[in-house]
């Protein structure tokens, strides 16, 4: 399997783990992580790439190896994101492969800040399902509420083999090797009542509810504002996916952008980087090609 090395920066005040694989002097590409997920996420995909790339993942905030934060709100991702490339690759455009919620960062930022991306590949990082602004006052209600209430538990498992075993439960596609391999990077060891354990590294409070709905218009306008060429892929057995298309709106989101290209993987879901590593660092790479 190859190896990775990690790197600890100071980003905003927290301790943030940055993940690298490759020559260091290669093309840089920067891969950003989704919920309740980290860095080595990404793993199988940088092993099926051909070509010498310099691949960076960090763990946001609040997950794997970085600190957690007081609390997450998503301007926090980007303003992350802007310090980051600031140390890494501060005066040239940079590639951006994001999924689910940091294909979201990658494509605000790119809007917010597009002379700063080349290229984004957004890996079902596609806005959240539209949701009705009426419910918004129970929104704040349970937020409200969670603030004094107990944080939620992480799952909590006797053993790595049980965390890879629920690894393989979630995401049927995963061999055993690669769910041990995750199992092994993201689970730590916890004391529950003197008994070991072991549990996820990331931080409870990602688990209560966001108070702020999804904002499409929002959404539209920031993207309406990318110029670069986007890498639009979806996964053709994805729940997250369907849920989105339920909207009525899902056309409206990929129309918005002025280059975009779309690819969606076979016998793929959700988590389209551990389904089909191989078929997407084949698209990856071929769209990041013309900036090499």
């Known amino acids: 399997m190859l190896t990775s090395t990690s790197t600890f920066l100071s980003i905003r005040g927290l301790r943030y783990h940055v993940r690298q694989w490759g020559r260091v002097g290669a093309p840089q590409v920067f891969m950003l992580h989704g919920w309740m997920d980290m860095s080595a996420t990404f793993q199988f995909v940088v092993e099926a790439l051909r070509q010498d790339w310099h691949v960076l993942a960090p763990d ?8 957690c934060a007081p609390a997450y709100w998503f301007p926090d991702y980007l303003a992350d994101l802007d310090a980051l490339l600031a140390h890494y690759q501060p005066d040239t455009p940079v590639r951006l492969v994001g999924h689910s919620m940091g294909g979201n960062v990658a ?8 002379e700063r991306v080349a290229r984004v ?5 596609i806005g959240l399902p539209s949701i009705s602004p009426q419910r918004a006052p129970a929104r704040y209600a349970r937020w409200l509420t969670q603030q004094r209430e107990p944080l939620p538990k992480m799952g909590q498992y006797a ?21 041990n391999f995750l199992a092994t990077e993201w689970a730590q060891s916890i004391q529950v009542a003197q008994t070991p354990m072991w549990s996820w590294q990331a931080d409870p409070k990602h688990k209560w ?12 306008a920031c993207w309406q504002q990318i110029s670069a060429p986007v890498l ?7 729940d997250f996916l369907a849920d989105v298309k339920r909207s009525g709106d899902y056309d409206l989101r990929w129309q918005a952008l002025s280059n975009v290209t779309q690819v969606m993987l076979e016998n793929a879901g959700h988590l389209l980087q551990r389904d089909q590593p191989a078929q997407l660092a084949k698209h990856i790479e071929s769209f990041f090609e013309p900036t090499r």
Request: charged letters at 15%; glycine letters at 8%; a neutral charge.
């Open 107 to 114: 494509m605000f930022y790119a809007g917010i800040r597009p």
């Open 159 to 179: 053993s790595l083999a049980m965390a890879a075993a629920r690894l393989q439960q979630q995401n049927p596609r995963l061999t055993a090797a690669q769910a």
């Open 60 to 67: 946001w905030r609040g997950f794997g190896q970085t600190d």
């Open 209 to 220: 509810v966001n108070p702020i709905l999804f904002r499409l218009d929002e959404m539209l």
């Open 232 to 238: 639009w892929v979806t996964g053709e057995n994805s």
């Open 121 to 125: 590949a957004t890996l079902e990082g």
